[in-house]
């Protein structure tokens, strides 16, 4: 729950400025949340040192406040983030009047090294999409979400909220919507469809037991599969399948990716399956690629 701040009005600002974003963007919760969490921040640190309200800050303001959280050791990625929450709010205010001038204009966003996405290799893919007990309706259900997964190349947020008629399998396909609410079908695969199958046909009636829930992939309690509880469950299955990399929440999203590049798949049909709307997203793939054939060349080879 967000604290109190003195200022309600500004509270309002924000949930006014979140909702122009949902509908004009279609951003999803989890980045509405994001710029809340960031708003909010700055807004608690301008009713502490400066007794004011966001519409009231000064470009020192912004500055002061970056740098106080780069001193308090903030991620350059981080920062950069929290600077785009606060231009767009600003950008909005100029654009409908509240504001003459932006205060977050001119100042430069900190340079961002470009990280490569954390991947599995195919082996330990195997191992970890292998180590739930099948025998059970939850390793059932574990299973099929980790061959859904990998099959597919979802956002685990796409994969936890797909309702039982996105999924097609007689066509083989699964119907989702990314970011934006942009809607794309990505083929599953014969493995994936299997376990699916498996699991709709058994697991996830007994993890029901006669209650009703759209979604496709179910608790105990009969609700709906939650990021953070999939995500328990996939560092779980890692820790039994004696993978000891640092997996991130889309490792496995990555690992599709990154695999299919290496089989010889087209850029393109990569960019397409992961919903990506600019090609340069999908590129660093090619990087990842690229450091794995180093890495074999350099293991391999007589001369390496």
């Not at 983030?81 to 100042?107: H, T």
């Amino acid at each position: 729950m967000v604290e109190a701040v003195n200022n309600s009005i500004d509270e309002s600002e924000i949930d006014l400025f979140l909702d122009a974003l949902w509908v004009e963007r279609g951003l999803s919760r989890n980045t509405l949340a994001a710029y809340r969490r960031d708003l909010m921040g700055f807004l608690r640190w301008l009713d502490t040192h400066r007794s004011c309200v966001l519409l009231e800050a000064q470009r020192q303001d912004l500055l002061s406040y970056l740098a106080e959280r780069v001193s308090a050791e903030a991620k350059p990625r981080t920062t950069a983030r929290l600077l785009s929450s606060l231009r767009r709010f600003y950008q909005k205010a100029v654009r409908d009047g509240e504001l003459q001038e932006d205060p977050s204009e001119r100042i430069e966003a900190p340079r961002l090294g470009r990280s490569l996405p954390k991947t599995l290799s195919e082996k330990d893919v195997e191992l970890l999409i292998d180590s739930p007990d099948t025998h059970t309706a939850l390793g059932l259900r574990d299973r099929a979400m980790l061959e859904l997964l990998y099959a597919t190349g979802l956002r685990v947020s796409e994969l936890v909220e797909l309702r039982v008629l996105q999924l097609n399998l007689r066509q083989g396909v699964v119907r989702t919507l990314g970011k934006g609410s942009k809607e794309r079908l990505v083929p599953l695969g014969e493995m994936a469809s299997e376990w699916l199958e498996l699991y709709l046909s058994s697991a996830r009636g007994e993890l029901l037991k006669n209650r009703e829930c759209e979604q496709l992939f179910v608790t105990q309690r009969g609700a709906g599969m939650t990021r953070q509880a999939f995500w328990y469950l996939i560092k779980k299955h890692a820790l039994h399948a004696g993978i000891r990399k640092s997996l991130s929440p889309h490792t496995l999203r990555h690992s599709f990716a990154t695999h299919l590049l290496n089989h010889g798949a087209d850029l393109r049909v990569v960019q397409m399956l992961l919903g990506h709307s600019d090609l340069s997203t999908t590129q660093i793939y090619t990087h990842v690629a690229h450091e794995r054939l180093k890495s074999l060349h350099s293991e391999h080879h007589p001369r390496g």
